[in-house]
């Protein structure tokens, strides 16, 4: 059975008729308030993203004495992370870095099919924040919890909440609602995405790579978790899956 547990925090256009402009190279008012929502090191996403740490260390205070399994998670974010388990293994789609610590290694694979070796490793934690959305399906979602449930008894997995009014990939107040196409023309032509789109097939596969969450599936694909609610002015802006033993 699963319980809900919540962190809060306080936390110019023509007259003239015109094809929607496209910003592939975007102004710099609006690349400064993209920084300061959420690039910035001062920004509400960087402070959100300090606050998850330090949730995440209070939830598992042994984490510097773990060993850590990340799917889909950088080399990068540990290094910069304010706390250092006692060995970080980084799993995603990427080639890894060069020249990584001894406490820390990385390695490209699907955290939906892990090569064997990796999936015969017992690990102490799973982490894993604002991965599951993109992996491509309830399928494959299913075999990500999966994965996580079998990697180690402790996991924590986030993922931003489908109905917070604003879809945190594009910035967008609901896009998220959107039929398909509607979503792909308007993030083709939304000035504050993270990389600007240059196709209109380029807008699609990125729409069609999110699927945002509800509670009803994250209980779904863990049932065995306490459900924790990271919160904005009072609403669900992330769900957080946690089992602690």
């Known amino acids: 059975m699963t319980h809900d547990t919540v962190l809060t925090s306080r936390g110019e256009s ?39 740490w330090q949730w ?61 070796r ?28 999966e994965t996580v449930s079998g990697l180690a008894d402790r996991y924590w997995v986030q993922t931003p909440y489908r109905y917070f009014p604003v879809e945190p990939h594009w910035l967008c107040p609901g896009v998220q609602f959107l039929p398909v196409a509607a979503r792909a023309r308007l993030v083709r032509h939304w000035p504050l995405v993270h990389t600007p789109l240059d196709s209109d097939e380029q807008a699609l596969g990125a729409v069609l790579g999110v699927e945002l969450l509800s509670r009803t599936e994250m209980r779904t694909y ?14 669900a802006k992330s769900l957080v899956a946690v089992r602690q033993s």
């Open 118 to 145: 990796i999936a015969a490793t017992q690990y102490d934690l799973v982490v894993s924040n604002s991965v599951i959305e993109h992996v491509g399906g309830h399928h494959r979602r299913r075999r990500f919890a």
């Open 14 to 52: 023509s007259g003239a008729a015109s094809s929607p402009k496209t910003w592939t190279h975007r102004p710099d008012h609006l690349h400064a308030l993209r920084r300061r929502f959420v690039d910035a090191p001062d920004s509400m996403g960087q402070r959100f993203r300090a606050r998850r």
């Open 56 to 116: 995440l260390l209070e939830t598992f205070p042994q984490l510097p004495e773990m060993s850590v399994v990340d799917l889909g998670g950088t080399a990068d974010s540990w290094l910069r992370a304010p706390v250092r388990p006692a060995a970080v293994h980084v799993v995603n789609l990427e080639e890894p870095p060069a020249d990584l610590p001894p406490w820390l290694r990385a390695d490209l694979a699907d955290a939906c099919d892990l090569p064997g």
């Open 222 to 235: 863990f049932p065995d978790a306490e459900l924790r609610s990271e919160k904005v002015a009072g609403l």
